[in-house]
Nanobody, 124 residues
């Protein structure tokens, strides 16, 4: 069983930066697709950044230029660097690992393993 643990969220003012981390533990067969999702209060979770094993990252239009997804395979850690935070970035951020349903495309990936989330709150 794989466990994912996010950290790095917090309360920041608009224009600030954060770096979210997601550490994977347990039995990890090898590098696989990973992603960050965001859930605004009262809304469905949305995929905002996706990184396959060796491909170019994919981002939602709303975060392009401000979000950067990266991965340290040796440390089993996924990162999300967020710059120029906006109030609309407020939400719970989840990391996910290994596709549950192959064939889906961004932003409709379905993942097998999920973290518990880290809260980001941006004030204006």
């Amino acid at each position: 069983q794989i466990q994912l643990a996010e950290s790095g969220g917090g309360a920041v003012q608009a224009g600030g930066n954060l770096r979210l981390s997601c550490v994977a533990s347990g039995y990890i067969p090898g590098p696989g697709p990973m992603a960050w999702f965001r859930q605004h209060p009262g809304k469905e979770r949305e995929e905002v950044a996706f990184l396959a094993s060796a491909d170019t990252p994919i981002y939602a239009d709303s975060v392009k230029g401000r979000f950067t997804i990266s991965k340290d395979n040796a440390a089993n850690t996924l990162y999300l660097q967020i710059t120029n935070l906006k109030p609309e970035d407020t939400g719970m951020y989840y990391c996910a690992m290994y596709l549950e349903t192959p064939g889906r495309t961004f932003p409709n990936h379905d993942f097998r393993h999920w973290g518990q989330g880290t809260q980001v709150t941006v004030s204006s």
